[in-house]
């Protein structure tokens, strides 16, 4: 006999979501039969907007379409824009857009093991993955004045330059984390509390991941090895020598997600300090002002957001506004996918299985 459940618009401070949404599943004895997704309860027109706005400002409403990833849906922007205009970049300028960036991974990945703690009742887990992610906070707070919505990487460069005091906070972050690190790898990954329920849960094959464009983590724990930062590689990436996606943590379940982002996050560690020990001297942008003129044209652009593949379509026609500005967003091709994953499971490990996958629905509901 098939029961109907219906879980209305969560948000972040009331479930620990990442935006609000409705779930509609029928369950037969406690195994999910069907799944239904309601969004479109914070939808903002971002795409429409910004055809309103100067470039300049496109920039920094693109802010808005990850919460959790800002610098990387403001580099998709800039990159495209710059690619458009011929903008040449400083040199120092593209090592400190990869030190943003990855310290926006860490600060995103962090939430997401707060999350995976949380949903399976980890409460001093939960508390220490904040503490860690408050210390980036601190970062780019002290980088950009903001520690959400941060506008770091602009049209030309960045916003401001690495100070010495804050390229030493950030070493000082990352020597904390190591310690973090640790201490998350013998609570989650080697207690059976976690592992039973993860191990399993929400398979993804790679033929699945292949067919349905799926990326980042999700893609590469499902054995499907793709990168932006290899492939297409942007900012400073080619010359910081990352290294290629890991084979060997593969699985496409639960417990392969969380340990490839934990993994993930060592590398971006490394990758930070690669960064520190390369960054060279000089401006840290090139001016170009809130009235430029981009040519007639059009753009594609694509970074590797925390959550995967982000990619921006860029159109002008040779004034100061885009005529078309497009995302496209790697938590979108996922949450579609979550009523096929999810049949099967557990109606108490629905959420465990949504913030396994690293949703951000400010991603879909743009």
């Known amino acids: 006999m098939s029961t109907q459940l219906y879980y209305p618009p969560v948000t972040m401070s009331q479930k620990g979501m ?24 914070g939808h903002r027109g971002i795409e429409s907007c910004s055809e309103s706005l100067v470039f300049n400002q496109c920039v920094f409403y693109s802010d808005r379409v990850d919460f959790l990833a800002a610098p990387a849906c403001n580099a998709a922007v800039v990159l495209a824009m710059e690619r458009l205009g011929s903008i040449e970049v400083p040199e120092r300028a593209s090592f400190i857009r990869c030190l943003l960036l990855e310290l926006n991974r860490l600060h995103s990945h962090l939430f997401h093991l707060a999350l995976i703690a949380n949903s399976a009742g980890h ?29 770091s990487i ?26 973090f690190l640790v201490e998350a790898r013998q609570t989650l990954l080697s207690s059976p509390l976690f592992t039973t329920r993860l191990e399993g849960l929400a398979p993804l094959s790679i033929e699945v991941a292949k067919k349905n464009n799926i990326s980042g983590v999700n893609a590469r724990s499902a054995g499907h090895l793709v990168d932006v930062r290899n492939e297409s590689p942007y900012a400073a990436y080619g010359e910081l020598r990352l290294a290629p996606p890991l084979a060997s943590l593969g699985g496409g379940d639960g417990l392969a997600r969380l340990r490839y982002r934990i993994y993930e996050m060592t590398e971006s560690k490394e990758l930070i300090l690669r960064a520190l020990a390369r960054l060279p001297r000089g401006n840290h942008r090139v001016i170009v002002g809130n009235s430029i003129h981009l040519p007639r044209g059009e753009a594609v652009q694509r970074v ?15 004034g100061t506004r885009p005529i ?24 108490e490990d629905i ?4 913030h396994g996958f690293d949703i951000s629905v400010s991603e879909v509901d743009r």
């Not at 959420?351 to 949504?354: E, P, S």
């Open 324 to 347: 078309r500005l497009k995302y496209f967003t790697p938590s979108y091709f996922m949450m579609r996918l979550l009523p096929e994953l999810l049949r099967g499971e557990q109606v």
């Open 123 to 151: 409460a001093p887990l939960f508390q220490y993955a904040q503490r860690e992610r408050e210390r980036f906070n601190d970062l780019f707070e002290m980088y950009c004045g903001s520690r959400l919505g941060f506008g």
């Open 18 to 41: 990442i935006g609000p949404f409705a779930l509609s599943v029928h369950e037969d004895g406690g195994l999910v039969e069907k799944l239904s997704l309601g969004i479109g309860y």
């Open 154 to 179: 602009c049209l030309g460069g960045v916003v401001e330059n690495a100070s010495d005091g804050w390229l030493f906070r950030v070493e000082q972050s990352l020597s904390a984390l190591d310690e």
């Open 351 to 354: 959420l465990l299985a949504i």
């Open 304 to 318: 590797e957001s925390p959550r995967g593949e982000f990619g921006v379509y860029l159109r002008s026609e040779g």
